[in-house]
């Protein structure tokens, strides 16, 4: 299957600092795609959805201004948490749309463990 | 996108077969069941999907009822490695967005 990668894999910070997380599709070029976050013992939940060259999709409830998403290559996306605060702390996983047409498949990165002191 | 409903959690002995239901009454005539899963700690991983004929892969089988009402993945000889939370989705195959539910929790055991 497609490749997905993300960088850092964990990272610490101190609180009020900001954090970049990359997404990059290794063997294919995505249009799309998403950021979610997982919270301990829950769910994913999307937080945006990203398309190459235009401005992110955000759902309800997540700040525009406080996670940027910047999708400037068809191979490459990345989340910035401005500010972070403890409450911050999660699991981002990115995915990327692989197919194109009428049965496109997500592939998921591995994570990234954001801890926030 | 259609709601789908899980059981919470199943056991499988290893090398036996591992039968997750998943209920989809409200699915609509172009609405794909797909299957992922997420390792503990782990971005989730795509299984297989398929829209109303079974579909088998390197990975497990999908069988769909004939009503597409439901549908049931299949791992024909579980191992410890695919303990893990199996998510089915329902959604139209363009880019849509995945809404993961809580999904089923499968424990292989020895």
């Known amino acids: 299957g497609a490749v997905v990668s993300q960088h850092p894999s964990r990272v610490i910070c101190k609180s009020g600092t900001s954090v970049k997380i990359e997404c990059r599709s290794l063997d294919f070029q995505a249009t799309t795609m998403f950021w979610y976050r997982q919270f301990p013992k829950q769910s994913l939940m999307l937080m945006a959805t990203?398309?190459?060259?235009?401005?992110?999709?955000?759902e309800q409830g997540v700040e525009k201004d406080k996670f940027l998403i910047n999708h400037a290559s068809l191979t490459l996306s990345t989340l910035t948490v401005t500010s972070a605060h403890p409450e911050d702390s999660s699991f981002y996983i990115c995915?990327?749309?692989f197919g194109g047409g009428v049965q496109e498949i997500q592939y998921f990165g591995p994570g990234t463990r954001l801890l926030v002191l | 996108d259609a709601k789908t409903t899980q059981p919470t959690s199943m056991d499988c002995a290893e090398g036996r077969a591992a039968n997750l239901p998943c209920n989809h009454s409200?699915?609509?005539?172009?609405?794909?069941v797909y299957w992922y899963r997420q390792i503990h700690s782990q971005g989730p991983q795509y299984i297989i999907h398929?829209?109303?004929n079974n579909e088998t892969n390197e990975m497990a089988s999908l069988i769909i009822t004939e009503d597409r009402k439901s549908s049931t993945l299949i791992l024909p000889h579980a191992t410890l490695r695919d303990t893990a939370v199996y998510y089915c989705i329902v959604l139209t195959g363009t880019a849509s967005k995945l809404t993961f539910g809580t999904g089923t929790r499968l424990q292989v055991t020895l």
């Open positions: 990203s398309n190459e060259g235009s401005k992110a999709t955000y």
């Open positions: 398929g829209l109303k």
């Open positions: 995915s990327a749309s």
């Open positions: 409200t699915i609509s005539g172009n609405e794909y």
